[in-house]
Structure formats: C-alpha cells, structure tokens
C-alpha cells in the first residue's frame, strides 16, 4: 500500500513561515519526482513546487523566492519551506508521487490546510 502522510499545515499570520513534510512509504521514494501542488477556495489545483528525483527544482512564479521545496531520500520525505506567507498562500496543500520508469504512477496526499490570518 501507498501512503504519502502530510504533516505541518496550520494558521500563521501573514509574513510568516511554516514547513510542510509529506513522509512517503510503499514506494522507492528517490527515484519518483515529488511535487507540492495547491488548492484555493473556487480555484483549480496548481503546481507549486516540484523536486525531480534527480534534485531539479521548479516553482510557481507567485511563489518565487519564498518557498523552497527539497526532498531527503534517506527519510523518505519531501518538504515545502514556506516563508513570507500571505492570504494568497490559503490553500489546500497536495504532496504528490509521480515515476516515470516502468509503469507511470502517480500518489496523492490527503491534503493539509494552510491559513494565513493579516
């Protein structure tokens, strides 16, 4: 069984910061691409961040310069460092699994809220 396990979504007050962790098991965890994607209230999903198993990283242009994602093969996990958050940033935050060698597969979290109060 697949399981992504997301943990450190919460309220914080605008300009501040928060860590997300999303801890995977069931799969061998360095070779899938892991990406932190979003949803807003009436808004569609949209990518974040994303790591590749090979460390490249790319982020949303709203994003830039305050989030950074990084992942810890060792520990199986992936993280999103938020800083500066504004009330833009509220959103549900998806963790998501994705492999490209063999059989494409993708895993999703369940999802953390994060609120920023002004």
């Known amino acids: 069984q697949v399981q992504l396990v997301e943990f450190g979504g919460g309220l914080v007050q605008a300009g501040g910061s928060l860590r997300l962790s999303c801890a995977a098991s069931?799969?061998?965890?360095?070779?899938?691409?892991m990406g932190w994607y979003r949803q807003a209230p009436g808004k569609q999903r949209e990518l974040v961040a994303v790591?590749?198993?090979?460390?490249?990283?790319n982020y949303v242009d709203s994003v830039k310069g305050r989030f950074t994602i990084s992942r810890d093969n060792d520990k199986n996990t992936v993280y999103l460092q938020m800083n500066s958050l504004k009330p833009d940033d509220i959103a549900v935050y998806y963790c998501?699994?994705?492999?490209?060698?063999?059989?494409?597969?993708?895993?999703w979290g369940q999802g953390t809220q994060v609120t920023v109060s002004s």
């Open positions: 998501k699994a994705e492999r490209w060698y063999l059989q494409r597969r993708e895993y």
């Open positions: 790591i590749t198993s090979g460390g490249t990283t």
């Open positions: 069931g799969i061998i965890f360095r070779i899938y691409d």
